[in-house]
């Protein structure tokens, strides 16, 4: 099975994408064959700061290779170094109907968040298509938030599939339903671009701030607490065994529980949870050629597998027009 999945360097990495994708991904790497790459196109949609964009696409590939993925049993790369892929993304554009790309919830969002509606935004969704069709991916973890996107991939795909001929493999979104929405500080879904995320890589201070920011209802110590409506439960939850979410659980039912207490306990879980991979991702810091290597491997191999896939949509479209199969000659001479 092939399981595939981006993520884009448009700020620093935080709990939600840890859990929803990137800690999944990196269990995958042992079993099956894994594709993971920075997309980096796609953050050109909300990043026009060049210099920012280089140093949040290397920031990315560091915090992934600190925390485990493994070059050598992985095809790691990032996204503009397979330029196959902007070429298929034109293709796909002709199968895509403007009317999927006016559902698309993320662009709606995105829109009344105040960006200005390019084209970039609204076909956003045909690259991340031409992301995982030029490799044959069967399976895609992501969050809640990427559903819909990976449902406009299936039907690009079957629209592809039913005009020219069988040809892309048709994906299935893979989301675990305890991670599928990591709410962030506020209590909305966590997002590098909300204000509201826990960093996985940050200092301690900075980190401080932001656990002792987590907002909590006003319910006085004396009473007991819910913890279902409580974002510091939720938050805590993500680093807890069942056992020990049962005794949390079990804490906020009993009278006398402090906020404040539960998120110095967090503080620290946290610090300690991510301490094992600060030193490696603070050596591919001070490295980045040895980063860049490994990210120009990653590139080779991709291309190598989205090759046959691209040369084949050529075939069917009919722009591989030196091909025996296609020469309108050869037609007219029967
Ligand atoms: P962000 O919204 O922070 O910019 P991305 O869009 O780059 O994050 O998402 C990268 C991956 O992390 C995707 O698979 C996405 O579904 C997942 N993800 C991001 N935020 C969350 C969240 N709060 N809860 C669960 N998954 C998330
Ligand atoms: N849209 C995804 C996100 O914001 C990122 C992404 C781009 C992606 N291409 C992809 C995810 C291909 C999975 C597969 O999170």
Redesign the pocket.
């Known amino acids: 099975m092939r399981v595939l ?1 981006g ?2 360097p ?2 620093a990495l ?1 709990l ?2 840890y ?3 990137m800690k999944r991904m990196i269990e995958y790497q042992q079993n099956h064959e894994l594709f993971c790459f920075i997309v980096n196109l796609h953050a050109l949609t909300t990043v026009t700061d060049a210099s920012l964009l280089k140093k949040q696409t290397v920031e990315a590939a560091c915090d992934f290779l600190a925390l485990g993925i493994d070059p050598d049993r992985s095809v790691f790369y990032v996204q503009s170094d397979v330029p196959e892929v902007t070429e298929l993304t034109w293709l796909l554009s002709n199968v895509t109907s403007m009317g999927l790309l006016e559902r698309g919830h993320s662009y709606k969002d995105k829109i009344a968040k105040g960006l200005s509606p390019n084209h970039g935004l609204f076909a956003y969704p045909v690259l991340m298509a031409a992301d995982i069709l030029l490799y044959g991916a069967n399976r895609v ?6 559903m819909q996107h990976l449902e406009m991939t299936r039907d690009i795909a079957i629209r592809f599939n039913q005009t020219y001929g069988e040809t892309f493999v048709v994906p299935e979104a893979d989301i675990a339903e305890e ?6 500080l506020d209590g909305q ?5 909300y204000g509201n ?1 826990i960093d996985i890589f940050s200092t301690y201070a900075e980190l401080k701030k932001r656990v002792m920011s987590i907002v909590t209802d006003a319910t006085p110590v004396e009473q007991p607490k819910n913890p279902d409506a409580c974002n510091l439960f939720a938050i805590y939850s993500l680093f807890l065994n069942p056992q020990q979410k049962a005794a949390l659980r079990e804490r906020y039912l009993q009278p006398g529980l402090k906020y404040g207490e539960v998120k110095k306990e967090l503080l620290e879980t946290i610090w300690k949870y991510f301490e094992p991979f600060r030193d490696k991702r603070e050596q591919l810091l001070s490295h980045p050629d040895r980063v860049f290597e490994i990210l120009q491997a990653g590139a080779e191999k991709a291309r190598q597998v989205g090759r046959p896939y691209l040369e084949l949509a050529r075939e069917r479209v009919g722009i591989a027009y030196r091909s025996q199969g296609s020469d309108p000659w050869a037609r007219s001479r029967i």
């Open positions: 999945s993520i884009q448009s700020g935080h939600g994408n859990f929803a994708m973890p992501v969050g809640k938030d990427q991670v599928a929405l990591v709410p962030g879904k966590m997002s590098k671009s995320a």
